[in-house]
T-cell receptor, first 111, second 114 residues
Framework: TQLLEQSPQFLSIQEGENLTVYCNSS?????LQWYRQEPGEGPVLLVT?????EVKKLKRLTFQFGDARKDSSLHITAAQTGDTGLYLC???????????FGDGTTLTVKP | NAGVTQTPKFQVLKTGQSMTLQCAQD?????MYWYRQDPGMGLRLIYY???????DKGEVPNGYNVSRLNKREFSLRLESAAPSQTSVYFC?????????????FGDGTRLSIL
């Protein structure tokens, strides 16, 4: 059973377009993290959200945690080719030290 | 500024062979993790070590064993490799087991079992 569902699985857009990817669950999480992974490398943390309704911005990236702490979204404004990569969300419950990862959204930004 | 170092980067094994994947971190982190990543899928937790001296099973532990050798090093062993264990293996570490702690990943070991 996949606890975290990410959508869409694949997304291909032109440079300059906006996009939103989603991370949904029926479970409540203590925190939700977003990572970006480039080919041949490990994931790199982008942001951690911990409060229901929280919104965090990282330059052109906007992250939101759902009010009920069951879902999250990542919005990219004016995408650039450097945004290309696999975006993974990961949810943690309690302080057990374990996170559950979604299957990821593969984003391709074409010049 | 090494962070998390994994060795080897690539490995090809025959079915039934054994091997150990090595991981070391230089950030003085307490918690360490082993994941596998298969095509089209996210990361699945194999084993983790919340602190030195402790290890616990994750989501997919069957066929693997781990050793937390000291605070820096966490190894993953395949005793009898099977084709289903062909995957990319990632080691990660975090300062502690708290739910808001970021995980720092190595660049992975690409393992093929023939």
């Amino acid at each position: 059973t996949q606890l975290l569902e990410q959508s869409p699985q694949f997304l291909s857009i032109q440079e300059g377009e906006n996009l939103t990817v989603y991370c949904n669950s029926s479970s409540v999480f203590s925190s939700l993290q977003w990572y970006r992974q480039e080919p041949g490398e490990g994931p790199v943390l982008l942001v951690t959200v911990v409060t229901g309704g929280e919104v965090k911005k990282l330059k052109r990236l906007t992250f939101q945690f759902g009010d009920a702490r069951k879902d999250s979204s990542l919005h990219i404004t004016a995408a650039q080719t450097g945004d290309t990569g696999l975006y993974l969300c990961a949810g943690a419950r309690g302080n057990a030290g374990k996170s559950t990862f979604g299957d990821g959204t593969t984003l391709t930004v074409k010049p | 500024n090494a962070g998390v170092t994994q060795t080897p980067k690539f490995q090809v094994l025959k079915t039934g062979q054994s091997m150990t994947l090595q991981c070391a971190q230089d950030m003085n982190h307490n918690s360490m993790y082993w994941y596998r990543q298969d095509p089209g899928m996210g990361l699945r937790l194999i084993y983790y070590s919340a602190s030195e001296g402790t290890t616990d099973k994750g989501e997919v532990p069957n066929g693997y064993n781990v050793s937390r050798l000291n605070k820096r090093e966490f190894s993953l062993r395949l005793e009898s490799a099977a084709p289903s264990q062909t995957s990319v293996y990632f080691c990660a570490s975090s300062a502690d087991r708290g739910y808001n702690q970021p995980q720092h990943f190595g660049d992975g070991t690409r393992l093929s079992i023939l």
